[in-house]
């Protein structure tokens, strides 16, 4: 199901930067019930995107409303929103481009998630690394590329997810997942200003994990931090907490911070 600037349609014109340049942002959200699992931080991330790429997007009650609409249809479900600079320009100039596009479309569920949850997920170092870049660092833009070759060497794996880490080494997120891990009291996870994405479900775990009794800090870490740790766990706004269980050959039993995460995350309000 695709709504394209208020219409039901799956048509985009070949002109649009989405499709010439990668020129937009985007976010994914989890259906549930006809609701959709944090609505207002989906639109704060699109508003920030659009904001960092000079977008003038600003149909942002139809954008809502729209998502409401599609989301009522769905009793599980993904939510998916791309805001494109529109049509027009000339090269890679965005003169005269005033019209951004929006485009929705719905999808099921992953029905891997469930065995995920109940198994926890092993881990492959990814060969492919992000780029460092501060100024697009943290926002979900439409350049994946990246990740696609991830996902590419990950599916020439044994694993589920793959860990990866920046151009200087740094670890910095999963393929489709932000990571956290735990050592003691002390819960560290990657700092994403100037790779990965500020995921909105690794913000919230964020929130939660500063009232407990947990010291949480950002980090730029190598990967054997991670061989270090009682616990390590992946998160993304689908997902939403998962546990590691494997890295290589270090494997992980604890689930304490999981535990904690899991029913804060998996039943937030409903927009």
Request: proline share 4%; with cysteine; charged share 20%.
């Amino acid at each position: 199901m695709f709504l394209i600037n208020g219409l039901e349609q799956n048509v985009l014109t070949a002109g649009d930067r989405a499709l010439q340049f990668g020129d937009g942002c985007f976010t994914t959200a989890r259906i549930d019930g006809g609701g959709i699992h944090f609505l207002p931080e989906h639109l704060a991330r699109l508003k920030k995107a659009c904001e960092v790429l000079l977008i003038p997007f600003a149909d942002w009650s139809e954008l809502e409303a729209e998502m409401r609409q599609l989301a009522a249809r769905q009793i599980s479900g993904v939510l998916k929103v791309i805001i494109s600079r529109g049509a027009g320009g000339r090269g890679y100039s965005a003169a005269g481009c005033l019209n951004p596009s929006r485009i929705l479309s719905t999808s099921p569920y992953p029905a891997h998630y469930q065995r995920w949850h109940e198994e926890g997920v092993s881990l492959s170092l990814s060969p492919v690394r992000l780029g460092r870049n501060p100024m697009l660092a943290g926002i979900k833009h439409l350049n994946r590329l990246e990740q696609v070759l991830v996902r590419r060497y990950l599916e020439q794996t044994g694993s589920d997810e793959a860990l990866v880490l920046d151009s200087e080494g740094w670890v910095t997120e999963c393929c489709v997942a932000n990571i956290f891990w735990r050592k003691g009291r002390d819960v560290f996870t990657p700092r994403v200003d100037q790779a990965g994405v500020n995921g909105i479900m690794r913000q919230f775990c964020l929130q939660q994990l500063a009232s407990s009794d947990l010291r949480v800090v950002e980090v730029n870490a190598r990967p054997d931090a991670l061989s270090c740790a009682d616990e390590v766990i992946i998160c993304n706004a689908l997902m939403p907490v998962i546990s590691v269980r494997q890295w290589d050959d270090k494997a992980w039993a604890s689930r304490e911070m999981y535990h904690f995460l899991a029913p804060l995350c998996e039943y937030p309000e409903l927009s």
